[in-house]
């Protein structure tokens, strides 16, 4: 009888595995269970690659607690956004677990690991690599690691964003539309940036994916 229990646990278990993995792709391609939960797959990609003409992120590759983190926000409302406000505070906790989880898992984009000790010459670049401490800009680097690719849960990757989307951001952080990150830091720097330097930074960093690692 025990290895009669045990074997049909073991069974159980096998398929169990597979409904779980099928789960998340299914709120990825289909949306949650509630309708207003709709499919992320209509503006972010087929694989999370993102949508950057219409200013839709990449999430695939993303840290799964970074985007655990956002749609909780979201759905909280101390992140604001028009389309994700709605579809987030739909997600079951379940269902954001489970499609941040599987998003994760997928690749990034190759970037070329740019530092501080890199010649910086444009304004996006300076800023980048250099800040502007005068004004009390720290260098992108310094929290996004070199080339932007993201650091642990809080500092998530630049470069393999959008020009769209970077900028879109860094202008949400100006007008006081997202502030949920730690101690307002990135609100204090986007709101001493001026609009040129807005969109040369945005420029610069989703330019490294364009260029691939080791170029």
Request: with cysteine.
């Given at each position: 009888?025990?290895?009669?229990r045990?074997?049909?646990?073991?069974?159980?278990?096998?398929?169990?595995?597979?409904?779980h993995?099928?789960?998340?792709?299914?709120?990825y391609t289909?949306?949650?269970?509630?309708?207003?939960?709709?499919?992320?797959?209509t503006?972010?990609?087929?694989?999370?690659?993102?949508?950057?003409?219409?200013g839709?992120p990449?999430?695939g590759?993303?840290?799964?607690?970074?985007?655990?983190?956002?749609?909780?926000d979201?759905?909280?409302?101390?992140?604001?956004?028009?389309?994700?406000?709605?579809?987030?505070?739909?997600?079951?906790?379940?269902?954001?677990?489970?499609?941040?989880?599987?998003?994760?898992?997928?690749?990034?984009?190759?970037?070329e690991?740019v530092?501080?000790?890199?010649a910086?010459?444009?304004v996006?670049?300076?800023?980048?690599?250099?800040?502007?401490?005068?004004?009390?800009?720290p260098?992108?680097?310094?929290?996004?690691?070199p080339?932007?690719?993201?650091?642990?849960e809080?500092?998530?990757?630049?470069?393999?964003?959008?020009t769209?989307?970077?900028?879109?951001?860094?202008n949400a952080?100006?007008?006081?539309?997202?502030?949920?990150?730690?101690?307002?830091?990135m609100?204090?720097?986007a709101?001493?940036?001026t609009?040129a330097?807005?969109?040369a930074?945005?420029?610069?960093f989703?330019?490294?994916?364009?260029?691939?690692?080791?170029?």
């Amino acid at each position: 009888m025990n290895v009669l229990r045990w074997t049909s646990c073991l069974l159980l278990l096998a398929v169990s595995i597979p409904i779980h993995a099928a789960d998340s792709v299914s709120v990825y391609t289909k949306g949650g269970a509630n309708p207003a939960a709709m499919a992320c797959i209509t503006c972010h990609g087929a694989e999370g690659e993102g949508m950057g003409a219409a200013g839709f992120p990449r999430l695939g590759g993303l840290s799964a607690e970074y985007m655990k983190k956002q749609l909780t926000d979201f759905a909280s409302g101390e992140r604001a956004n028009p389309i994700m406000q709605p579809i987030a505070a739909a997600l079951s906790a379940e269902e954001a677990h489970a499609v941040s989880t599987m998003l994760a898992d997928k690749p990034w984009p190759a970037v070329e690991r740019v530092g501080r000790a890199a010649a910086a010459l444009g304004v996006g670049e300076i800023l980048a690599l250099r800040g502007a401490w005068e004004r009390n800009i720290p260098e992108c680097v310094a929290c996004h690691g070199p080339g932007g690719v993201g650091v642990g849960e809080a500092f998530p990757p630049l470069a393999g964003q959008s020009t769209q989307y970077i900028a879109a951001q860094l202008n949400a952080w100006r007008q006081g539309a997202r502030n949920n990150d730690p101690n307002d830091l990135m609100g204090h720097i986007a709101r001493k940036l001026t609009d040129a330097e807005v969109g040369a930074v945005a420029q610069y960093f989703a330019g490294l994916a364009e260029k691939g690692a080791g170029q």
